[in-house]
């Protein structure tokens, strides 16, 4: 494996034309950054030696359906998606996207591609030494712990609550988690704010692709086949469905994922205070939870899914802040950063995005998903233990002591 640091689009053509590479190959992103890359890269390849002998192959291994089976579900020529991308509207909701997914399925329209076996693991590659790379020196990475700052276990216990990188710990971490009855109380318990063994944890290697979503679900079946399906275990295959909705959706919106206005073109009533912003990141606002929740993102780069739709409707909804600064904040901090699942889930909330109820101004889900911070503190930490866990004991004195602006309308100090 060589690894190389650095712009794609200044690393891959050097690399291109030092090793005559003939056949390029990449999993699809489908957020509009990764994609305008690669249509670069083939767009521009005539200035490389032997153009016409390269091909280009864009697989889609990060999804569960594939291409040719969501344009047959959804109707919208995937493959043809450049040709007037400002016109194409995917599925409206996620509700219905499921039922049209499951209901392929039953009918047996189309089957999710198992993950490839070992057999077909890729020959060892031809043997580069590291006086090859000349022109590509400076982003050749040879110490890559060094390099990425990354963590690899040599420990052999699958029980470590720490996300260790690569794909023997992804691998070893899916197979503890279906080897035991925790599936079948995953539906009970994923909301929990704190707590590893609560949900999959599955999402960190989901994002940088050391485990693939087939894989995923290829041992939620085997689980099931051995152990029973319940309502609990099916509801993993629920939610990698919210992570596949939200992948399709950026690949057809692309740029309009980003856009304040979002998918639909409401352009919610927030504005940008940047001392709210900063309470925000810093965990300093007064409200406990929600500080306990930014202090664990910033100290571990994880949240819960609870945990991030509470503190994204503080952001929009009691701070009233643009969401797209949260969405920002959160990729810089996540470490299961995903373009789609981040930037479609905070358009969610946000009311600009897949949520039709946020479309209907009588629906009490108008200005998108306003959770009440009281209850939410009620019903997921009563007795105050994650608050604890992350602020100390007197987080509640500290919070109600933070004001959300610290200068007035005219600029002048609050304090
Ligand atoms: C504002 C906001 C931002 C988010 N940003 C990201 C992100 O950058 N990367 C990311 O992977 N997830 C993101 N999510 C979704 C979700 O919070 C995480 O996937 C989940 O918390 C990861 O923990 P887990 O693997 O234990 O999840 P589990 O509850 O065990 O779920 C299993 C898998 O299902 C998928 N999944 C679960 N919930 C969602 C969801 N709401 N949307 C999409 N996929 C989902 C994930 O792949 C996850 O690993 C975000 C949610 C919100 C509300």
């Not at 057999?119 to 400076?138: G, I, M, R």
């Not at 856009?259 to 990141?281: M, V």
Request: proline share 5%.
């Amino acid at each position: 494996l060589l690894i190389f640091a650095g712009d794609p689009l200044t690393v891959l053509p050097k690399l291109i034309e030092q090793y005559n590479v003939e056949h390029v190959f990449r999993s699809l992103h489908p957020a509009c950054e990764e994609q305008q890359q690669w249509q670069w890269l083939r767009d521009n390849h005539d200035q490389l030696p032997n153009p016409q002998s390269i091909q280009w192959h864009e697989l889609d291994n990060l999804s569960l359906i594939n291409q040719h089976d969501i344009s047959k579900l959804t109707h919208i020529d995937i493959e043809q998606r450049h040709a007037n991308p400002a016109l194409q509207e995917f599925i409206p909701s996620f509700s219905k996207f499921r039922r049209l997914v499951e209901t392929a399925i039953k009918k047996q329209h189309f089957i999710i591609d198992n993950p490839l076996t070992e057999q077909y693991t890729l020959p060892k590659p031809v043997a580069l030494s590291p006086n090859n790379y000349s022109s590509l020196a400076e982003h050749c990475v040879n110490d890559i712990d060094t390099a990425l700052e990354l963590q690899f276990s040599d420990n052999d216990s699958a029980t470590e609550e720490v996300f260790y990188g690569g794909e023997k710990s992804a691998l070893k971490h899916l197979k503890h988690y279906f080897s035991d009855q925790r599936a079948h109380q995953y539906k009970n318990v994923r909301n929990a704010l704190g707590g590893w063994e609560n949900s999959t944890k599955f999402s960190a290697w989901l994002a940088n692709g050391s485990l693939s979503a087939r894989q995923v679900i290829a041992a939620l079946h085997n689980f099931e086949q051995q152990h029973e399906r319940s309502d609990s275990s099916y509801w993993i295959f629920f939610e990698i469905l919210w992570r596949e909705y939200f992948y399709w959706y950026a690949l057809i919106y692309q740029h309009r994922l980003f856009r304040f206005s979002g998918i639909d073109n409401r352009r919610p009533l927030s504005s940008f205070y940047p001392d709210r912003f900063k309470c925000w990141t810093n965990g300093n606002t007064p409200y406990p939870l929600v500080n306990a929740c930014m202090t664990q993102l910033n100290q571990t780069g994880y949240m819960s899914n609870r945990g991030r739709q509470i503190v994204a409707s503080c952001l929009v909804n009691e701070l009233q802040l643009d969401w797209r600064y949260g969405a920002a904040y959160f990729e810089t901090q996540l470490i299961d950063y995903d373009p789609s699942s981040n930037w479609g889930n905070w358009q969610y909330l946000a009311g600009v995005g897949a949520d039709p109820r946020s479309k209907d101004p009588k629906s009490i889900h108008a200005d998108g998903r306003h959770f009440d911070l009281t209850k939410q503190q009620q019903r997921f930490d009563p007795k105050g233990e994650y608050i604890k866990q992350w602020l100390g004991s007197d987080a509640s004195v500290q919070a109600s002591e933070s004001l959300i602006d610290t200068i007035d309308a005219n600029g002048w100090p609050i304090q």
